[in-house]
């Protein structure tokens, strides 16, 4: 994904002192953080990884699984806390080595759930929302 700044939360020239940096609440000193990670990222190396995708025909349907090998954190590296729980997930999509029309067993059963509310909006992805406001937009006056 590359990054890149949003208009809403471009950085001014007056750096914070230390003693207005302590004044913050942890609210605003988390989004003060969050923006200057994001800028810094921007200028930062690419995340570089290698994705494999496996297509699985069990009676008639496709399924597709898809794993990654991270080759270099690149701009992930400033993230620490978002880079913990990437790690966690990483190993859990590393594939299996297959060949091409190998014939493999599977297991299929059904689950029964319930669906719950979607979750607060985290810091992360109200920036993401805000890079992607008014790309579903049909109409370019209604876009401005």
Same mark, same amino acid.
């Given at each position: 994904?590359?990054?890149?700044?949003?208009?809403?939360?471009? #950085?001014?020239?007056?750096? #914070?002192?230390?003693?207005?940096?302590? =004044?913050?609440?942890?609210?605003?000193?988390?989004?003060?953080?969050?923006?200057?990670?994001?800028?810094?990222?921007?200028?930062?190396?690419?995340?570089?990884?290698?994705?494999?995708?496996?297509?699985?025909?069990?009676?008639?349907?496709?399924?597709?699984?898809?794993?990654?090998?991270?080759?270099?954190?690149?701009?992930? =590296?400033?993230?620490?806390?978002?880079?913990? =729980?990437?790690?966690?997930?990483?190993?859990?999509?590393?594939? #299996?080595?297959?060949?091409?029309?190998?014939?493999?067993?599977?297991?299929?059963?059904?689950?029964?759930?319930?669906?719950?509310?979607?979750?607060?909006?985290?810091?992360? =992805?109200?920036?993401?929302?805000?890079?992607?406001?008014?790309?579903?937009?049909?109409?370019?006056?209604?876009?401005?």
């Amino acid at each position: 994904m590359q990054r890149q700044e949003h208009y809403a939360i471009i #950085p001014t020239k007056t750096v #914070p002192t230390e003693s207005q940096l302590h =004044a913050l609440t942890t609210e605003e000193k988390n989004i003060y953080q969050e923006v200057l990670l994001t800028m810094l990222a921007m200028f930062h190396s690419d995340y570089v990884y290698e994705e494999t995708k496996i297509t699985t025909l069990v009676q008639d349907i496709e399924f597709e699984t898809v794993g990654k090998i991270e080759k270099s954190k690149g701009w992930k =590296a400033l993230f620490s806390a978002m880079q913990e =729980a990437t790690e966690k997930t990483m190993e859990d999509t590393i594939l #299996p080595s297959v060949l091409m029309n190998e014939k493999v067993s599977s297991l299929l059963t059904e689950k029964e759930g319930c669906t719950s509310p979607p979750k607060p909006y985290m810091e992360e =992805a109200l920036i993401n929302l805000m890079k992607t406001t008014g790309k579903m937009v049909e109409d370019e006056a209604d876009s401005d």
